[in-house]
């Protein structure tokens, strides 16, 4: 599919999820219009959480075959998933002033989730070290593995420690109405429309650069 009619796609999809979170999904009695907030914290989370999934798989593929598009792949995942994470990070804390009357809490959800996000974060600075190409991207697939660990603990960190944090996958999402699960299913399909026309952008543009750099090496040889 062309990239600029996948974009267009795209944008209707959000605004498609936009009118289900605002005008579809029923005001939630406690907290009001603020709860809203969820059906953009929670997709950014998943998406994150699954863009560092794709960080994982392409690392390992890239040590099995050694192909460099692999390694581009990774690149643009952990990329999109450092923002995605750090606005589910922000977005959260907006959500949880209102919830729990402070901007941030110790709690193993967000804790392990801020872990995530300083590893990843550390993942993108290792990709722009002095080094040779090939090393680093050895270097930074062994990361891209290894970074992986905290990513379960993230989604099962509500439920092995103690957590105010709501476990909304759990046993009848979370307990919420029929009407909030609608919005939040769309919502997080309007976001990974935005997540994979990101990652094929993105990847586009590493893959671009990397041959730039590899022909100028040429040149230079």
């Not at 804390?93 to 996000?117: C, E, H, Q």
């Not at 099962?156 to 979370?174: F, Q």
């Not at 307990?175 to 909030?180: D, L, R, W």
């Not at 990974?192 to 543009?205: E, M, P």
């Amino acid at each position: 599919m062309n990239l600029a009619i996948a974009a267009l796609i795209t944008g209707i999809a959000l605004c498609v999820g936009q009118y289900f979170i605002w005008m579809y999904a029923p005001v939630e009695m406690t907290m009001g219009l603020v709860q809203k907030i969820f059906y953009t914290h929670m997709p950014m989370a998943v998406w994150a959480m699954i863009s560092f999934f794709v960080v994982f798989l392409f690392s390992a593929a890239y040590l099995l075959k050694r192909d460099i598009k692999f390694d581009y792949i990774a690149g643009a995942a952990a990329e999109i998933g450092v923002v995605f994470s750090g606005l589910a990070l922000v977005t959260g804390s907006l959500w949880g002033r209102a919830a729990w009357n402070v901007w941030w809490t110790w709690d193993p959800r967000l804790t392990t989730t801020l872990i995530m996000w300083f590893v990843y974060a550390a993942y993108l600075v290792l990709r722009t070290s002095p080094m040779s190409a090939e090393r680093r991207s050895l270097v930074c697939a062994v990361l891209g593995i290894v970074a992986f660990v905290d990513v379960p603990l993230v989604f099962y960190s509500a439920r092995l420690w103690r957590s105010v944090h709501p476990n909304v996958l759990g046993a009848k999402g979370g307990g919420m109405a029929p009407e909030m699960l609608t919005a939040l299913l769309v919502s997080v399909a309007a976001f990974g429309l935005f997540w994979l026309v990101l990652l094929l952008v993105r990847y586009r543009q590493i893959r671009l650069s990397g041959e730039l750099d590899a022909r100028m090496v040429w040149d230079n040889d």
